[in-house]
């Protein structure tokens, strides 16, 4: 890996997916992030935009609750597994069985069941994702050199994330074609499972241990394995303070989001009227999946370049800016236009943050750990999202329209800023004691 390293300064897309292991690692990805984005737009079209249902703010932050507050309680956990058993088994395992569970799904939203029925199945395909989405992260060092890791890692996140956004648009086109109802919305749903059983065929294709971990260590006793996880997950993470500090910023950011986010599905229900050719309703969230898709996709291709120029303190602390001043400029007028703008921004700007944070953490944390400090990070950001879109609940008119959540919002971004800023301080005391700046790539000078 050292020669390929030094023989590869500038990388581009090609030279990535001249590597065999990366490009079927990236397919893997996408089938699986198509069927991801398919299944949330399916799930999200029966249950917030079904003609036969109603959707409150109680009942949105329900859901949002019950999906992923359970897994978040047992996510650390699994990263455990991920450090111990060959990554292409579970890979392979965990997108077969969300595929049956996805079934299992679209058949609860055609049934017209609702709640914890409907609920149930839709935890089982998102907490199994967790694996997979964990598992690919963590097995991305075993793929490309380390010293290209950011550029890496920005290819296959932003694909990722763009794939996603298709599979939710194919899940809005579905859903015209065989319909808004409940049987309309169980057939849309169904379709994801063509992406998830496509993931686990083309992962399934590499050799056993390629992607890590570098010892494969079957434990004998599963449950007190997966029981070291969470502490494990977190005393790695402690122990490294670039991956502290970017979690702090990331989270911030994702309370703010969580806020944005509510406000956003009630404007799109039952506020927000068309303008032009902008439409509001089902047809607004496609809207706003296409904003920041393009949000995401100039992340993927800006990050490396920020990262390169000012150094990742001043990117991710740049990105925080950004984000509050998009949701205090873009976002208060309330109106499709500028709730698209705002989307945009704040995606762009947090995918900047998310790729710098996941670089951290592949470059960082050892290959032993780093699949529970991936774990933990996702529940971590779970729950945070949850907290939020709990306590925005609360508070929230029907309508949407609340300035003062959005000015929450974008205090919790600069709140972010401050916590960056205090744990990448802490970061030079611990590792360069005495050191007074910075080179231009973020590295500690003295």
């Not at 890996?1 to 090609?14: C, I, K, N, P, V």
Request: aromatic share 8%; hydrophobic share 50%; glycine share 14%.
């Amino acid at each position: 890996m050292t020669t390929l390293a030094a023989q590869t300064h500038h990388w581009g897309s090609r030279r990535f997916l001249g590597i065999p292991e990366y490009r079927r690692l990236l397919a893997t990805r996408l089938a699986s992030q198509w069927g991801d984005g398919l299944f949330q737009a399916g799930l999200a079209g029966a249950v917030l935009f079904n003609p036969e249902r109603h959707a409150a703010p109680a009942a949105i932050a329900a859901g949002f609750a019950v999906l992923l507050l359970p897994y978040s309680l047992v996510g650390p956990f699994a990263g455990a597994l991920l450090d111990r058993w060959d990554r292409k088994k579970v890979i392979v395992v965990a997108n077969l069985l969300r595929g049956v569970f996805v079934l299992g799904t679209a058949a609860a939203v055609g049934a017209g069941l609702s709640g914890l029925p409907l609920y149930v199945f839709a935890l089982v395909v998102m907490g199994i994702g967790r694996f997979v989405g964990s598992g690919l992260s963590a097995s991305l060092p075993h793929v490309v050199p380390e010293d290209h890791l950011v550029e890496a890692n920005a290819l296959a996140t932003t694909a990722g994330a763009i794939t996603a956004v298709v599979g939710a648009g194919c899940a809005i086109g579905l859903r015209a074609l065989l319909g808004a109802g409940d049987g309309g919305s169980g057939w849309t749903t169904s379709f994801a499972v063509l992406g998830l059983f496509l993931g686990a065929f083309i992962a399934g294709r590499f050799k056993a241990g390629v992607l890590g971990p570098d010892a494969v260590d079957e434990p004998d006793n599963a449950v007190k394995a997966v029981a070291r996880g969470l502490l494990d997950g977190a005393k790695a993470t402690a122990r490294t303070p670039s991956v502290t500090a970017g979690l702090a910023a990331l989270l911030a950011h994702r309370a703010g989001f969580a806020v944005s986010l509510m406000i956003t599905l009630l404007l799109m229900r039952y506020s927000l009227e068309d303008f032009g050719f902008l439409k509001a309703g089902i047809a607004g969230l496609g809207e706003i999946a296409v904003a920041g898709g393009a949000g995401i996709l100039l992340a993927g291709v800006l990050t490396d370049r920020l990262v390169d120029r000012f150094g990742t303190k001043r990117t991710i602390c740049g990105a925080l800016l950004l984000t509050a001043a998009a949701q205090v400029g873009l976002g208060l007028p309330m109106t499709l236009p500028t709730v698209l703008a705002a989307g945009f921004f704040v995606i762009f700007a947090g995918q900047v943050i998310k790729l710098c944070v996941d670089t951290a953490v592949q470059h960082d944390v050892g290959d032993e750990v780093r699949g529970r400090v991936f774990s933990l990070y996702d529940t971590l950001f779970n729950v945070t999202q949850v907290t939020a879109v709990s306590i925005t609940a609360t508070m929230v008119p029907l309508d949407g329209r609340s300035p003062g959540l959005l000015l929450t919002a974008a205090g919790l971004y600069l709140a972010g800023l401050a916590a960056y800023l205090v744990a990448s301080a802490r970061k030079r005391q611990v590792q360069h004691p005495g050191l007074v700046g910075e080179d231009d790539r973020g590295h500690p000078v003295g």
